[in-house]
T-cell receptor
C-alpha cells in the first residue's frame, strides 16, 4: 500500500496478557517511530528506529515494552503483562529523510480490561 | 522541562478571526519544526514545516520561528469551523528524532 499500515486496528485484551502491534511503513522510509496517545492527550514518544542504527528506546515507559524492526521495514511493538494504564492508541509513523515529515498510520487502539 | 511545550487550551476563536498557537522547545540544537493537525479520532496530518528564522506562509497559515527564543508559532487567518482540531507542534532534534508537544485544542465558533 501507499501509506503506513498498522494492525490490529483494535485490540481488547485482559490484564496480564501479552500483545503485539504491527507497523508496516511506507516503502523506502528509513525512519520509523512509535508513539502512544491516551484519550485527550498528546503524543508520547516511545521508540525511534533510523536505518541500521541502534534504536532510541528512551521513551519506553517500562521494561514490559519492547520493539523491533526487521530488515529495516516492518516493526513490532510488544507489550508484556499488560496493565490497564497501557490502554491507549498506539501510533506508528515513518519518515523518508531530510524534510522530516512524518506519515502516520491509523493507529492501533488497545484496551486492557 | 518538557522537550516541547504548548498551551493545552482549549483556544476558542470566532469564525473569521486569527487563531494564534504557540510552542517552545528545549533543545537549542533542533533543526526543523512542524505543525500537525489532528481531528478527533484521526491521525495527525502535516500542515507546515519551517527550518529558518522568520515567517513562512502557506495560504491561510503562517508559521513563525525564532531560534534565539526557541519559539515557534502558527497563525491561522480567517479561521473556519473546519479548522477546529488539535494542533501539535513537533520538533526534529537531530537525525529525524521527532518529539511532539501535548497539543492545543482549537475551536472555531460559527
Amino acid at each position: 500500500g501507499a501509506g503506513v499500515s498498522q494492525s490490529p486496528s483494535n485490540k481488547v485484551t485482559e490484564k496480564g496478557k501479552d500483545v503485539e502491534l504491527r507497523c508496516d511503513p511506507i516503502s523506502g522510509h528509513t525512519a520509523l517511530y512509535w508513539y502512544r496517545q491516551s484519550l485527550g492527550q498528546g503524543l508520547e514518544f516511545l521508540i525511534y528506529f533510523q536505518g541500521n542504527s541502534a534504536p532510541d528506546k528512551s521513551g519506553l515507559p517500562s521494561d514490559r515494552f519492547s520493539a523491533e524492526r526487521t530488515g529495516g521495514s516492518v516493526s513490532t511493538l510488544t507489550i508484556q503483562r499488560t496493565q490497564q494504564e497501557d490502554s491507549a492508541v498506539y501510533l506508528c509513523a515513518s519518515s523518508a529523510g531530510p524534510t522530516g515529515e512524518l506519515f502516520f498510520g491509523e493507529g492501533s487502539r488497545l484496551t486492557v480490561l | 522541562q518538557k522537550e516541547v511545550e504548548q498551551n493545552s487550551g482549549p483556544l476558542s476563536v470566532p469564525e473569521g478571526a486569527i487563531a494564534s498557537l504557540n510552542c517552545t522547545y528545549s533543545d537549542r540544537g533542533s533543526q526543523s519544526f512542524f505543525w500537525y493537525r489532528q481531528y478527533s479520532g484521526k491521525s495527525p496530518e502535516l500542515i507546515m514545516f519551517i527550518y529558518s528564522n522568520g515567517d513562512k506562509e502557506d495560504g491561510r497559515f503562517t508559521a513563525q520561528l525564532n531560534k534565539a527564543s526557541q519559539y515557534v508559532s502558527l497563525l491561522i487567518r480567517d479561521s473556519q469551523p473546519s479548522d477546529s482540531a488539535t494542533y501539535l507542534c513537533a520538533v526534529n532534534r537531530y537525525n529525524n528524532d521527532m518529539r511532539f508537544g501535548a497539543g492545543t485544542r482549537l475551536t472555531v465558533k460559527p
